[in-house]
């Protein structure tokens, strides 16, 4: 074999040894691509007056009054900023009365039965968003390409790929070998 042939090979064989490295080193990229996405999160105050309740229950938690808006999804940081006594129109005083923050449950801390109170308390709505998710449409175009091939088959064939070539690199290489011991063209 002359020298040219000899070079020629040794560069196809670099070559497709490359080729390998940087295609497994993409599909690398692109499983850990999956997972880079950024999270947001926002909370978004509300104030509600004149609420119709009860604060009879001495007890917390799970007894007492629950607020109308404490099963909205994301309540939190419930305030109660005033209760008044309906009946008479009276301000009841905040040492009267306690409540759950992440619940939105109230009740009466005192002896006193208030059957038909008006409450006026804030809460927030927190909400978390993916807010960038930065390889969302490169992998939905690759995996859309192959949507009908399970994954599996995808990898199998891969690997039979790369066996085969590497079989293909070893026989030319051997041939090469030879060529240098034996009669040269």
């Known amino acids: 074999m002359n020298k040219k042939a000899v070079a020629g090979l040794d560069f196809m064989k670099s070559f497709v040894i490359g080729l390998f490295v940087l295609i497994i080193i993409l599909f690398a990229l692109v499983i850990a691509a999956g997972n880079l996405t950024s999270t947001q999160t926002t909370s978004q105050i509300t104030t509600i007056a004149n609420e119709t309740g009860y604060i009879n229950s001495t007890t917390g938690n799970t007894t007492g009054y629950k607020v109308s808006n404490a099963s909205i999804a994301g309540f939190t940081n419930f305030v109660v900023l005033a209760v008044w006594n309906t009946s008479d129109s009276v301000l009841i005083g905040s040492g009267n009365y306690s409540y759950n923050p ?6 009466n801390a005192t002896s006193s039965l208030y059957n038909n ?3 006026n308390y804030n809460y927030a709505i927190t909400s978390v968003s993916t807010a960038g998710n930065l390889s969302g449409y490169f992998i939905s175009g690759i995996s859309s390409l192959g949507a009908s091939i399970p ?6 064939a891969l690997v039979v790929l790369i066996a085969i070539l590497s079989v293909v690199i070893m026989i030319v290489a051997r041939i090469n070998i030879k060529g240098k011991e034996g009669n040269q063209l």
């Open 117 to 119: 109170v008006t409450i």
């Open 151 to 156: 994954t599996w088959i995808v990898l199998a």
């Open 102 to 107: 992440s619940t939105g449950y109230i009740w």
